[in-house]
Structures are given as C-alpha cells and as structure tokens.
C-alpha cells in the first residue's frame, strides 16, 4: 500500500508545485494582477485564498489553458476532483498542453477511485508527451494503477459480488398503450401507475471486467383504475464479459417472462452480443446485437410468435459536465401474424430509430436530461379484412423526454420525468399522441 501512496505524492510534488510556478500574467490589467495573486497563494498553499482568487480574475474577463489548469490544481489539492476534473478538461480544451491535462485528468481520476478511466488517461499521457521525464511519470503511474486494480480493486469486488438498483416511481399516462408489451394497443384510457424496477446482478467469477455474471431483474407497470393493462416482465440470464485492451466485449443469455393483465402470455430467449470501444475515458461507441425468439403461452396471444433481430449503435462523450449521446436503432421481425379466417393483421414489421440526449449537471447534485428520437416503422405485409386487401401499415413516431435527477445520497436519486410520444400512421386505428408523467426514487447500490 505504501508504494502506490509513494509513487502518488511523488508526483504530485514534482508535477503540481513545479508547473504552476511558471505561469504568471501580465499585470497591467485587473485580472491579471488577481491572477498572479492567486498563483502565490498556491504557492504558498493558501489553496482556498488561491480559488477565490481565480475566480475573480476568470469574472474579470481572463480566460486562458493556464488559468483553468491552476484551477484544477486547486481544485484538486483541496479534494474537490470532480471540479478539478472539469478544470483539466477546459484547460486541455483551451489549448494547453494535452499531454499534461490527461497526466492530471488520470491522477484526478485515481484519487476518485475510477481506475478503468485513470489508465486510459495515463496511457495517453505516455503516448501523447514530447517530455520524456512526463512520460516516464505517466508509465509509472500506469503500472499503480494497474497493480491497484488487480490489487484493491479485486479486494474490494470479492467483498461485494452484487451490483443492486431499483426503482420506484408514480406516474400519470393520458394515453395507456402497452408499448414495451409488443401487443402494441392504443386504449385512449388515462391513468395513473406504479412504475417498479429491481435488477441484481452477482460476480460468479473473475472480475468486473472479465468475468461471468448472473443477473436477475423484474419491471412492472400497475394502474390504478384499468388492471387489465397491469405489465409485468422478469428476466434471469448470464453474461461472460472479456477485455482486450481499449476493446471490452461481452455474450450474454436472457429468458425473459411476461405478464398483461396479471396472466402469462409470453416466454422470450434472447442471445446478446456487445461491444464497447473507449479510445478516450471520455468517449465510448457501444454496438449491441440481439436475437430474440418469441413463445406465447397463452393462444390468444400467438400471432407475436416467431423471431425478432435488434442491432444498436450508441455513441457517448463528455465534455466537461456535459454528456451527449446519440444512437442508431434497427429491428426487424418476422412473427406468425393473425390469420383468423379472411382477417389478416401483420405484426411483422422493420424499424428504424435515430436517437439523441444531452444531459447537463447544473450543480452539485443535480442533473437535467432531454433527449429526443424518430423511429419509422414499415410492416411487412397488408392487412386484410373480410377479404379484401387494405394497407400496409407504416408509422412515424416522434418521442421527447426531459428528467431531472437530484442526488439524495451516494446511493438514491430523486427523479422527475415527462415523456411525450406522438404516433403518426397511414391506419387511423394507429395513431395516437401520448404524454407521461413520472415522479419517483432510484437507486444503485
């Protein structure tokens, strides 16, 4: 333990009291001479005197790499990193040295205990620096890093095998239509619900990284006055995880059990391929491939027999406290329909789905989400009816969303939602517009 703690304030002497030093402004202007106030109170380690200091002269019109790098400095030697963090990142935006940012963002990181971040970090300090003394700091923490992993990060994931999270919220639907129960109806009911969601996850073995996981979960939707629309869906299935370098992959099972109205009516069994490539802590590109297989367990319920193929491409980034994310959706399915004498309905369709969100943390522990997506759906074949061939069905939907997640403790969110869905289709009986209100606890354990 001694030796990580070592190599740590060994360079942090040698890196955050040797580079600020150098760093001073001109005079002649206001913010200038609060500037270099500042930097002889961090040397002095006034680091409190040094932070009001900053951000007087950042409010007096100075806005430089250097003046946002100090800041982290500060930030960081007062235990704050993840505004530390934020203050790396705009100074590396701001055209300071880059090599030197993803040195301080993997210490930072470190410290907040994100191992997986701190080593891409430090990686591309290695790899990025003309300085070799720089470089060779960055080796050297690399390997803590990694001892630290292989270390204390396994010490403490053989203590805690489980990863837990649930949900409870309580939420308003002016338009119940059963869209995660493929059945797809539009009722035009209002309502109010019990949204829940438990989810446990156990380590059987290796680790977070690679290693086989079990997993468990249950979801379902309870409405006050209309529980003949009552979802439920429970699902159990396995999950082997590997790791190649900056290329992280993972093969999973699910079996999944759902329920309308509180009876059986479907059985799925779904294979998922994924991976994830992470050439910067702060970007990831995700690509995920399901197979589904549909079994109705009740007759009535037989035309969504069949099979369902679902690929996803997602794209996330940070930039300071701001993260984005867009995504591409694709489905196809082929079911056995509903034939019943000269009736025919397909539900059998291929869809298309582009999505984006952008969440912003606006303090401490709070954090505003709004995000949008379209998705085209064209089925397969026409529908019939009484014989006579009608249209093929083809939607359009648009979706927005905005949420708000308050942080209570480290481990439960309080959250507030609204979800606005307005279907367009060529079938009268398929439109619909429809608005959701959601209020409730989340948590992650």
Not at 29 to 38: E, F, I, K, P, R
Not at 83 to 95: N, P, Y
């Amino acid at each position: 333990m001694g030796g990580w703690k070592d190599a740590l304030a060994r360079v942090g002497v040698m890196l955050f009291l040797a580079f600020p030093l150098a760093l001073y402004a001109k005079p002649e202007s206001v913010a200038g001479a609060l500037y270099n106030d500042a930097v002889a109170a961090m040397r002095a380690e006034n680091y409190s005197v040094a932070e009001g200091l900053f951000e007087r002269a950042r409010r007096a019109g100075l806005d430089s790499a250097a003046l946002h790098y100090n800041s982290g400095v500060v930030f960081y030697k007062l235990g704050r990193y993840p505004q530390a963090k934020s203050a790396f990142m705009a100074s590396k935006k701001s055209g300071g040295n880059p090599a030197l940012a993803h040195f301080n963002l993997g210490l930072t990181a470190y410290r907040m205990g994100q191992y997986p971040e701190a080593r891409n970090w430090f990686k591309l300090a290695a790899a990025d620096s003309s300085n070799p003394r720089l470089s060779e700091m960055a080796t050297e923490m690399l390997a803590t890093v990694e001892g630290a992993e292989k270390g204390m990060a396994s010490v403490a994931e053989a203590e805690s095998p489980w990863a837990l999270a649930a949900d409870l919220k309580w939420g308003v639907d002016d338009n119940l239509t059963l869209e995660n129960s493929e059945l797809g109806q539009v009722t035009r009911l209002k309502d109010s619900y019990l949204d829940l969601y438990a989810a446990a996850r156990y380590q059987l073995s290796g680790s977070r990284r690679e290693g086989l996981w079990g997993q468990l979960s249950a979801a379902s939707q309870q409405y006050r006055q209309y529980p003949l629309y009552d979802y439920g869906q429970y699902d159990v299935g396995l999950f082997k995880a590997s790791s190649y370098g900056l290329l992280a992959t993972g093969v999973g099972l699910r079996l999944s059990h759902s329920t309308v109205g509180g009876s059986s009516y479907l059985q799925k069994y779904t294979l998922r391929l994924q991976g994830d490539y992470a050439r910067r802590p702060t970007q990831r590109l995700r690509l995920r491939y399901d197979i589904s297989r549909y079994d109705p367990t009740d007759n009535r319920y037989g035309y969504i027999a069949g099979l369902k193929g679902n690929l996803n491409i997602e794209g996330t980034w940070y930039v300071g406290e701001r993260r984005y994310r867009v995504g591409y959706d694709w489905e196809n399915s082929s079911r056995d329909d509903d034939l019943s004498g000269n009736n025919f309905t397909s539900y059998s369709a291929a869809r298309h789905e582009i999505s984006a969100s952008v969440a912003q943390r606006v303090a401490d522990n709070l954090q505003l989400t709004v995000g949008g997506d379209y998705r085209q759906s064209r089925y397969h074949d026409a529908d019939v009816s009484a014989g006579v061939t009608g249209l093929r069905r083809e939607d359009e939907r648009w979706r927005w969303m905005l949420a708000a997640e308050y942080r209570l403790t480290r481990y439960l969110d309080l959250v507030a939602e609204y979800h606005y869905s307005d279907n367009d289709s060529n079938l009268s009986a398929s439109r619909y517009r429809q608005n959701q209100y959601l209020l409730g606890l989340q948590g992650n354990f």
